[in-house]
Each structure stands twice: as structure tokens, then as C-alpha cells.
């Protein structure tokens, strides 16, 4: 396992699970001993504004503070979201993008217009990309809600934290009842 610091920013809006996921990621640093530092800015969090939090792990990590231009990976829960905070992803960094727009009331109300082209402009600004319709597939799996676990999933396999690792975060963060829906949530986001 690499012992150089490893920064993450995940975003996306109140309400996706960006809190958790970025909690389970922290866990799994953790668990596989390393130091964590992570914070989070909510924003208009419960009226579908803005959810960013960023995670750092390694060893002789003291601040969760991930600078423009220097985030390994960026991990968005929708597609807009990752564009606006894309100036923090590092050349070479990898992109792990939920691909199911959440339109914002300003679009639904007719006072602004949502991008028709995401896949283009992804794939433009983000040359390292694995995209996916988190919902779509979570939703094949039985509940939508385990979008977030699949986005994990998806930033993993990028992280080098081993997968027990990662399977011990689950079982800390995800209530019992919901622990085999979100491991296989993960396993899925995993093959990617």
C-alpha cells in the first residue's frame, strides 16, 4: 500500500448520500491505518444546493484541506456538480461521475436552461473518466438510495486501500439492515 497522501473532493446535492459516502471512505483509510483528515460544506444542503467534502489519508495527514488543482479524485453524485468543481481535480486525476442529472428548482421554474450536452462536456474536461448511471443501476439492484455506495464502488478501484478495507468501512457506516444491499452496491461500483 502507497503511504503518500491521497486527496478526495465528493460532491453533489442534499439529499444524494455524498456525507456518507465520503464518511465510508474515511473509514476505510482508517481501517486500514492510515491517518484521515475530512470536512464537509453543506451549502443549501436540504433544498438540493450544493454538498462538497473532501478527504485526505496517508500517513502525517493534518488537514482535510484539498487545494485547487490537487484533489487525486473528484467523485460526483451528478454531472453538473462534478463540471463546477472540476478546477480541483489534478492533471491526470481521475473523474467518477454519476451520470443522472438532478435538476435544480432555477430549471424547473424556467429561469435557467440544464446543459443537453453533459456527456460531451465530461469527456471533454475530464480525461480520466468512469461514468455511470448510478441511480439506474441502484435501482436495478432494489433501491435507489445505494447510488452513493456504487459511486464508492467506483473510486476504489483508484484508492489503494485493500478491499477488506473497504468492506469493514461499509459495516461501520451502513446500518446492519442495510449491509448486504450496500456491499453489493459496492462490488458492482467495484467492476467498473
Not at 421554474?109 to 480525461?127: Q, T
Request: proline fraction near 5%; hydrophobic fraction near 50%.
Amino acid at each position: 500500500m502507497s503511504t503518500s497522501i491521497h486527496s478526495l473532493l465528493l460532491c453533489g446535492v442534499g439529499g444524494q448520500g455524498i456525507l456518507l459516502a465520503a464518511k465510508v471512505v474515511g473509514a476505510a483509510a482508517e481501517a486500514a491505518g492510515l491517518d484521515v483528515a475530512a470536512n464537509e460544506i453543506h451549502g443549501m444542503a436540504q433544498r438540493g444546493g450544493s454538498v462538497r467534502a473532501f478527504v485526505r489519508f496517508g500517513e502525517g495527514v493534518r488537514s482535510p484541506l484539498v487545494l485547487e488543482g490537487e484533489a487525486d479524485v473528484l467523485a460526483a453524485l451528478e454531472p453538473v456538480e462534478a463540471l463546477r468543481w472540476a478546477h480541483f481535480l489534478r492533471p491526470g486525476g481521475l473523474a467518477v461521475v454519476n451520470t443522472r442529472p438532478v435538476v435544480p428548482v432555477t430549471v424547473s421554474s424556467g429561469k435557467a436552461k440544464y446543459p443537453a450536452d453533459l456527456d460531451a462536456r465530461l469527456a471533454r474536461v475530464f480525461p480520466r473518466l468512469v461514468a455511470c448511471d448510478c441511480e439506474e443501476e441502484a435501482i436495478r439492484l432494489g433501491n435507489a438510495k445505494l447510488s452513493n455506495t456504487i459511486l464508492v464502488g467506483m473510486l476504489s478501484r483508484d484508492l489503494p486501500l485493500p478491499e477488506e478495507s473497504w468492506r469493514a468501512a461499509l459495516a461501520r457506516c451502513v446500518k446492519p439492515a442495510f449491509l448486504d444491499a450496500n456491499l453489493a452496491a459496492f462490488a458492482f461500483g467495484r467492476s467498473l
